[in-house]
């Protein structure tokens, strides 16, 4: 019996691991595969957030996980038009296709599927070139939910395309700046086809008259935004306009036909809804105009009148007739005695004043503005070089609840006033001190300012590390700093900026020619960083930059001008790892046809410049021009223009490229921090973003 009983004991048999984890599979689910929708979409999204690409990976992970991602993705973002139908078919839920990375769109590409597309509500052609009527009749037919299109800077689209726009008649908002053809009859069919428009903007549209805008506002009475920026309009359609029930924005900006006649022809006409206008660079208009409108405009939060006009003490007592005004913003104008002081006297309810690059303004007048705007958070007074700390003990005192403060190259303010700012203003976010006298003190006590996320302390030649370290500690949330030429930086303050602000996204080091690869090997641990400017920096290679490529991967602008000891290596790692990359600038390198050709890789790389590339010949560039479909803008020395076939040019230019030639003289040397802005103190620079390089 006992041995009957062993005899049918079953056999003892090895099974090897990878046989044990099938067999168990077979009666398990994926655990993705049992996640509610919802659930998985949230892991996408934060897949997404940390690295667009991974969402690739994702979706290979499982049938599920496919399915999954394909359901989710809501913005298509193609490279090349020919994938376009491919796109479509694998992701059939996106509601907006973005098309600014294809250069080039022909008609046939736009005629998407013969299957109707009803999610589609957006579509962006703004920055793609190459289609025309029969295009944009394809679309409106295959998108019959279509409310958004962007069609800016479409210079070849004429009166036939807008009538195919006005096929899309629940069209809500529309962009046809710079389509220069376009004429009122073209206006007029979108007009009638497109009644339920509530955005309009036609800026740059200069086959457009008075005509066309009346024949718009009687129709579109749903118009709730309407740009008619540098268009050849007069005051004959402004009662139309001023008619329209729900508009609340206008933009005026640029056009000579409005001057204060044509204002003045408003004060019969009034506009209870309109609350954002914008009049800047209106050179016929002055105090008369302005008066008209703001008696025309009782509600207005919004009002732009840069490079417009003087503003007297009569135009600041005007705006008392419009005491919810929130904005105010008087770039370039020229201040006549006690002008700030009756804005401050008129406006208690602002919230942004704008007074950048604006002469007269003095420390009597702003200091007595200022202490009347308890509720002011945002102010500019970039430029104004007669300021000095008795206006910034005034900004200090009176508006301790500032978020935003500009003011570049202000040169008459000390330290010692930047200091009562950073002691003062703690609920700074934004903060442009450029060009000014700002010490380690002054960093120390703006470091205080815990919630700055953006920080622009470029040509301050007296800070170093050891101030640097202060907002490295003390900032977490910065996401933006400038440090563009402020020579004492090193490694140890970028790496402290670098641990102390893990979501930075964008950092200029452009001729801190202190900082080495441990900065950028530093850097690299930012995850969030897309904007990387280090412009001279001799001591970095590409060691440092292959660094910032393998743990950068949504770097997006990278200019290594004078970098000289970055080479082909460099660029075999931004090609292997920086597929987010846009935008390069690497003249001077020492790269070779080699590296150039490896950056063809990039899909999405729209512009290149190349000048002074001793290694780089006329075969290999062209090489690369032909293989970088994406292209858009190339900036080259002059001596290439002659060196490559120019039926070859023609071609890359077809696919929407644009050529610009630069003819600089080759220069190495580069003078001290100091010394450059010294001599840059002698030029007058209209502008200040205008800086010598």
């Known amino acids: 019996m006992a041995m009957a009983a062993h005899t049918h004991l079953p056999k003892r048999r090895r099974v090897s691991p990878a046989t044990a984890t099938a067999t168990a599979a077979e009666g398990a689910v994926a655990p993705l595969d049992s996640l509610a929708d919802e659930l998985l979409f949230l892991v996408l999204d934060r897949v997404a957030a940390a690295d667009p690409r991974a969402l690739k990976s994702f979706a290979l992970a499982s049938r599920a996980c496919h399915d999954a991602e394909s359901r989710h993705r809501r913005v298509l973002r193609p490279y090349r038009a020919d994938l376009l139908r491919a796109a479509l078919a694998r992701y059939p839920f996106a509601s907006r296709l973005d098309l600014t990375l294809c250069p080039r769109v022909p008609d046939s590409a736009l005629a998407l599927a013969s299957a109707p597309l009803p999610s589609l509500r957006a579509v962006d052609l703004s920055r793609s070139r190459g289609f025309g009527a029969h295009g944009l009749a394809a679309l409106a037919a295959a998108c019959p939910g279509l409310a958004d299109l962007d069609l800016s800077n479409g210079v070849e689209l004429g009166d036939a395309a807008a009538a195919e726009v006005a096929r899309a008649r629940g069209l809500r908002r529309l962009c046809l700046s710079r389509c220069k053809p376009i004429t009122d009859m073209g206006l007029g069919c979108i007009a009638v086809g497109c009644p339920d428009l509530r955005e309009i903007t036609l800026n740059w549209c200069l086959g457009i008259t008075d005509l066309g805008v009346q024949f718009l506002a009687l129709k579109c009475k749903k118009l709730t935004t309407l740009s008619l920026s540098y268009t050849m309009i007069s005051k004959d359609c402004l009662p139309a306009i001023m008619k329209l029930p729900n508009l609340e924005v206008l933009s005026l900006v640029g056009c000579v036909g409005i001057d204060d006649d044509a204002l003045g022809s408003l004060e019969n006409e009034c506009s209870k809804s309109l609350q954002v206008l914008d009049m800047s660079n209106c050179q016929n208009v002055t105090h008369v105009g302005v008066s008209s409108v703001v008696k025309a405009m009782p509600n207005l939060l919004e009002l732009n009148l840069s490079y417009c006009c003087h503003v007297t003490p009569s135009i600041g007592k005007c705006f008392q007739m419009i005491p919810k005004l929130q904005t105010l913003k008087l770039e370039g104008c020229k201040f006549m005695a006690d002008g700030v002081k009756y804005i401050g006297i008129s406006c208690v309810a602002l919230r942004e004043l704008s007074l950048s690059k604006c002469s007269g303004v003095t420390d009597t007048d702003l200091s007595c503005a200022v202490s009347r705007l308890k509720n002011l958070l945002k102010l ?287 220069q190495v040397e580069q003078e001290r921090c100091d010394v450059w802005k010294q001599q840059s103190q002698d030029v007058l620079v209209p502008l200040p973003s205008c800086r010598i390089i």
Not at 525 to 542: H, P, W, Y
Not at 598 to 615: D, F, P, R, W
Request: charged residues 20%; neutral net charge; contains cysteine.
């Open 380 to 666: 500019d007074i970039t430029c104004n070089r007669n300021i000095t700390d008795v206006s910034l003990a005034a900004i200090a005192s009176s508006c301790p609840s500032l978020i935003s403060l500009k003011m570049e190259s202000c040169s008459h303010v000390s330290s010692e006033g930047l200091r009562m700012i950073g002691k003062c203003c703690r609920h700074l976010e934004e903060l442009d001190i450029t060009d000014s006298d700002l010490d380690d003190e002054g960093l120390k006590a703006l470091s205080g300012c815990s919630k700055l996320s953006s920080l622009k302390i470029g040509i301050c030649t007296r800070i170093s590390d050891e101030g640097l370290i202060h907002i490295g500690k003390s900032c977490p949330e910065l996401r933006d700093i400038d440090l563009y030429r402020s020579g004492a930086i090193s490694d140890e303050g970028v790496i402290q900026i670098a641990q102390g602000c893990p979501m930075l996204e964008s950092i200029n080091l452009s001729y801190c020619t202190e900082i080495t690869d441990l900065s950028l090997a530093a850097l690299s641990k930012c995850a969030k960083l897309n904007t990387l400017e280090i412009r001279g920096c001799l001591s970095v290679s590409s060691a440092g930059l292959s660094e910032i490529a393998t743990g950068c991967r949504l770097l997006a602008k990278l200019d290594i001008k004078k970098c000289f000891a970055i080479n082909d290596v460099g660029m075999l790692f931004l090609s292997q790892f920086s597929h987010s990359l846009r935008q390069i600038n690497f003249s001077y390198c020492s790269v070779t046809d080699i590296g150039l050709l490896s950056l063809s890789s990039i899909c999405g790389l729209q512009s290149m410049t190349i000048v002074h590339l001793a290694s780089i010949t006329p075969n290999g560039l062209m090489a690369a021009l032909m293989v970088c479909g994406g292209l858009r803008k190339v900036k080259l020395h002059t001596a290439f223009r002659y060196m490559m076939p120019p039926h070859m040019l023609k071609v890359v230019e077809a696919r929407g490229c644009v050529f610009q030639w630069i003819d600089k003289p080759f």
